[in-house]
């Protein structure tokens, strides 16, 4: 028996559709045992609403750039491993922060980006529901739309090497991002603790990214 293509393709966007939608009902959960987790349970801080937010548009990209490179043609296993291992981690990390929020009544997106982790008191319940940068610098390590718009022209092998440029700068800059929330001593436990897994995984994926672009004969992107 042979499928085609497009029937394949299909049966992958519903598989696909309805895991993120089994995410974001279990993110919810999730948000409802936040008080069982945390010495506050009343609400969410600063710290806690603006990670949430920021880390989950953070994720958004690097969710994008897994699934750009894993539908060019030729790509090498090492390379889908990689990109399929982001996608279902971050896809998983952001229905939880999601659900955080969704629970506590608050906008999945920041009126003021980043304004958490410099210190600020921004007012994250007055958020618009656009792509959480706005006017704003953007969030560390992300990419340029240029730099995503190339990741899928480019052939396969200097696909391999952009994507693992591209992810090791997003992954590093996700890590700052996650060792401020849990050095910030307004950030509750459940947030920590999800910072804590970040920082380890993505770490991890940086040591293996970094040697997968090394034996491309690259080298990382300055951060």
């Not at 029937?7 to 939608?21: E, F, I």
């Not at 399929?84 to 003021?112: C, K, N, Y």
């Not at 560390?140 to 391999?160: N, Q």
């Amino acid at each position: 028996m042979s499928f085609s293509r497009p029937g394949v393709l299909l049966v992958r966007a519903v598989v696909v559709a309805a895991t993120a939608a089994l995410l974001v009902t279990m993110g919810v959960v999730v948000g409802a045992v936040w008080a069982g987790r945390d010495h506050d349970s009343s609400a969410m801080s600063v710290s806690d609403i603006g990670f949430a937010q920021d880390m989950s548009a953070h994720h958004d990209q690097a969710i994008l750039l897994s699934r750009t490179i894993g539908a060019v043609p030729g790509v090498a296993p090492q390379i889908r491993g990689v990109a399929d291992r982001i996608v279902h981690t971050q896809t998983a990390e952001s229905a939880t922060m999601r659900g955080w929020l969704q629970w506590f009544d608050h906008p999945i997106t920041a009126a003021e980006p980043m304004s958490w982790m410099a210190g600020g008191d921004a007012r994250h319940g007055d958020a618009h529901h656009g792509d959480g940068l706005g006017s704003h610098p953007p969030m560390p390590g992300m990419a340029s739309i240029d730099e995503v718009g190339r990741l899928s022209t480019l052939p396969p092998t200097e696909a391999e090497i952009l994507f693992l440029q591209l992810m090791i700068r997003h992954h590093r800059g996700g890590m700052s991002m996650a060792q401020a929330a849990y050095n910030d001593a307004r950030t509750g436990s459940a947030t920590k603790d999800l910072a804590l897994m970040m920082i380890g995984d993505q770490g991890d994926e940086i040591g293996l990214m970094t040697m997968l672009l090394k034996e491309r004969g690259a080298d990382p992107l300055p951060t």
